[in-house]
T-cell receptor, first 112, second 111 residues
Framework: EAQVTQNPRYLITVTGKKLTVTCSQNMNHEYMSWYRQDPGLGLRQIYYSMNVEVTDKGDVPEGYKVSRKEKRNFPLILESPSPNQTSLYFC???????????FGSGTRLTVV | GNSVTQMEGPVTLSEEAFLTINCTYTATGYPSLFWYVQYPGEGLQLLLKATKADDKGSNKGFEATYRKETTSFHLEKGSVQVSDSAVYFCALLDSSYKLIFGSGTRLLVRP
C-alpha cells in the first residue's frame, strides 16, 4: 500500500528545544515536500525536495531545516522552536506531474 | 502570483441538501486543479481533479468542472450526507509543480 508515514502524530515541546519530525515514503517518488496548516490560511509550503540531496525553500521556510540523504526519507528539523511554529504539519510526495500529492497523516506540534 | 480563493465557511446543511463550495483561481497558463478533503483528525485525501479546461472531475458523488473563462472550479454534490462533514480544500498545481491551496471550507451536515 502506498504510504507517507510521519512521526510523531502529536508533539508538545518547549521553546528552544530542538526537534525532528520524520517523514518516510514507500513509493520511490523523487519529489517530497513539507506543508504547515493554520486556520484561515490553508496549507503553505515550507520546503521541498526534487530528489536526493536537492532541497529548496517554499513559501514559509524561516525557522525550519530539512535534509534528503536518501529518497525515502525527508525529515523536518526545528533547531529552536518558537510558539509561532505551533501548527499542523504535513509531509507529501508528488505523484507524477498532473496527479497532485499524497499526504501523510499529519503531525500536530505545540510549542509552549 | 498564483493563488486560490475559496468561500469562507463554515457551511452548514441538512442531510440530502445540495452542496456548492465556490473556488476561483489566479494563475498563469492552465494549471491542474484539485479538491482535497480532510476528515476530522486525518490527513488530506485527494477527492477529485481536472487537468484541462472543461474537464469534469468526479468522485463519491462530488463533481467539479474546470471553467477557464471564469477561472473557477466549484465543488458540487447533489445530496450530502452526515459523513461528508469535513474540511474541503481547493488547490492548483503551478508550473513548478508546487501545490497551492485555498484557505479551506468547513462543511457541517446535520441529520
Amino acid at each position: 500500500e502506498a504510504q507517507v508515514t510521519q512521526n510523531p502524530r502529536y508533539l508538545i515541546t518547549v521553546t528552544g528545544k530542538k526537534l525532528t519530525v520524520t517523514c518516510s515514503q514507500n513509493m520511490n517518488h523523487e519529489y517530497m515536500s513539507w506543508y504547515r496548516q493554520d486556520p484561515g490560511l490553508g496549507l503553505r509550503q515550507i520546503y521541498y525536495s526534487m530528489n536526493v540531496e536537492v532541497t529548496d525553500k517554499g513559501d514559509v521556510p524561516e525557522g525550519y531545516k530539512v535534509s534528503r540523504k536518501e529518497k525515502r526519507n525527508f525529515p523536518l528539523i526545528l533547531e529552536s522552536p518558537s510558539p509561532n511554529q505551533t501548527s499542523l504539519y504535513f509531509c507529501a510526495t508528488r505523484v507524477g506531474t498532473d496527479y497532485g500529492y499524497t499526504f501523510g497523516s499529519g503531525t500536530r506540534l505545540t510549542v509552549v | 502570483g498564483n493563488s486560490v480563493t475559496q468561500m469562507e465557511g463554515p457551511v452548514t446543511l441538512s442531510e440530502e441538501a445540495f452542496l456548492t463550495i465556490n473556488c476561483t483561481y489566479t494563475a498563469t497558463g492552465y494549471p491542474s486543479l484539485f479538491w482535497y478533503v480532510q476528515y476530522p483528525g486525518e490527513g488530506l485525501q485527494l477527492l477529485l481533479k481536472a487537468t484541462k479546461a472543461d474537464d469534469k472531475g468526479s468522485n463519491k458523488g462530488f463533481e467539479a468542472t474546470y471553467r477557464k473563462e471564469t477561472t473557477s472550479f466549484h465543488l458540487e454534490k447533489g445530496s450530502v450526507q452526515v459523513s461528508d462533514s469535513a474540511v474541503y480544500f481547493c488547490a492548483l498545481l503551478d508550473s513548478s509543480y508546487k501545490l497551492i491551496f485555498g484557505s479551506g471550507t468547513r462543511l457541517l451536515v446535520r441529520p
